[in-house]
């Protein structure tokens, strides 16, 4: 079993609507990630947290807000989403202690968002 | 700039027989670590190895293996053995190893189907 726990794991939503996916960690890692996926392609970075900071924004659109309320939580606030972030949204954290580990990333097991 | 590339958009193998997924590799970064990931139909991205720019040693995981050529830039992973339970998607990532934070990227993927 994934110790990254991500709820729900499927989700659907209108444009009009207000949702929010929810990522849980408690191995100690203090970076959190976001991915998004799109079937049969490889994931694509959104957005990292390092110590409870947005460290990393890869020029997600606003309708995507992440949120980091403590060191085990992660939040995505989606808004007015268009059809085609219909996607796989991974989640994932790691430990950063430089120089030390292999820095690999846990990743949850997903929520498949669809955007009607 | 990083970059991954999987040039193997699909495999066969058959049960029990060993298999190789190419992964050659680009980066700036002087210290980095490489991974392999898979990837069955549900969705979790699942860590299978990891590969430090400075190690010695092709790394070693069970039925998987790295063969780690640095001058050639590549990583390619060995499955032994073969299951059917290896079909899955097999993606091939990078990241700098002193950087908190740092972002991993992927390649393209490789779909493994394994033949009974």
């Known amino acids: 079993d994934t110790e990254v726990t991500q709820t729900p794991k499927h989700l659907v939503m209108g444009m009009t609507n207000k949702k929010s996916l929810k990522c849980e960690q408690h191995?100690?890692?203090?970076?959190m990630y976001w991915y998004k996926q799109k079937a049969k392609k490889p994931p694509e970075l959104m957005f990292v947290?390092?110590?409870?900071?947005?460290?990393i924004n890869e020029s997600v659109p606003s309708r995507f807000s992440p949120e980091c309320p403590n060191s085990s939580l992660l939040n995505l606030h989606l808004h007015a989403l268009q059809p085609e972030d219909s996607a796989l949204y991974l989640c994932?954290?790691?430990?950063?202690?430089?120089?030390?580990?292999?820095?690999?990333?846990?990743f949850g097991e997903g929520s498949r968002l669809t955007v009607l | 700039a990083q970059k991954i590339t999987q040039t193997q958009p699909g495999m066969f193998v058959q049960e029990k027989e060993a298999v190789t997924l190419d992964c050659t590799y680009d980066?700036?970064?002087?210290?980095?670590?490489l991974f392999w990931y898979k990837q069955p139909s549900s969705g979790e991205m699942i860590f299978l190895i990891y590969q430090g720019s400075y190690d010695q040693q092709n790394a070693t995981e069970g039925r998987y293996s790295l063969n780690f050529q640095k001058a050639r830039k590549s990583a390619n992973l060995v499955i032994s053995a073969s299951q059917l339970g290896d079909s899955a998607m097999y993606f091939c990532a990078m990241r700098p190893i002193y950087n908190q934070g740092g972002k991993l990227i992927f390649g393209q993927g490789t779909e493994l189907s394994v033949k009974p």
């Open positions: 980066t700036s970064d002087p210290s980095y670590g």
């Open positions: 947290y390092s110590y409870e900071k947005l460290s």
């Open positions: 191995m100690g890692h203090r970076a």
């Open positions: 994932a954290s790691s430990q950063e202690r430089r120089g030390r580990g292999t820095g690999e990333l846990f």
